[in-house]
């Protein structure tokens, strides 16, 4: 049998010597760190130039489609752009209301890739994020029986990849849609 006793003066050294050595090494790489973060700023800055042209270059094609067509479109801070052809009336459409809409979206270059079933109606809840954002955004500033064109940028749709299958990468897509019933959100 074995009796032995541990000091714990000397059980301490091991942590001790382990510290001083993740100390020492964090000190001597802090200049690598530096390099690297100068590296991902880079990168980053980049990356922001690159989705800038992006933007840029998708919003002249937006305007080159909506000279073609001759359309008198508003356009909202985030790059979406509307023209509401048939007015309805009442209050426009809320954060929370649900909304029964007939829609068809289109690619800039006309492919038609959706369109709602013409006997039943399409049910939306603003606000839920069941939907693309440039069509949440469009909704709100239309009114029940309004009927408008939604142009709406990649970045307020689909984004750099698409739906994966009818939409494809970085398109634009063109609403033409109907409100036909709002039911307000009880607040």
Not at 101 to 129: C, P, Q, T, W
Not at 150 to 175: E, F, T, W
């Amino acid at each position: 049998m074995n009796n032995f006793k541990i000091s714990p003066f000397r059980s301490i050294y091991p942590v001790i010597f382990l510290l001083l050595s993740a100390w020492l090494t964090s000190c001597s790489g802090s200049e690598k760190r530096t390099t690297a973060s100068t590296d991902q700023q880079s990168v980053e800055d980049s990356v922001v130039r690159f989705n800038h042209q992006i933007v840029k270059s998708e919003s002249q094609e937006i305007s080159d489609f909506i000279l073609r067509y001759h359309w008198e479109m508003n356009e909202t801070q985030t790059g979406l752009r509307y023209l509401v052809y048939k007015k309805g009336e009442g209050n426009r459409v809320e954060q929370g209301d649900v909304v029964a809409i007939k829609y068809k979206i289109n690619l800039l270059n006309g492919d038609m890739v959706f369109r709602s079933d013409s006997i039943s109606l399409v049910h939306i809840e603003v606000g839920a994020r069941t939907v693309v954002s440039g069509l949440e955004e469009g909704l709100m500033l239309m009114k029940k029986g309004d009927r408008a064109k939604l142009i709406v940028p990649s970045h307020l749709a689909y984004g750099v990849l698409g739906d994966m299958a009818k939409i494809p990468a970085r398109a634009v897509l063109v609403y033409d849609v109907e409100v036909c019933a709002i039911k307000r959100s009880k607040k």
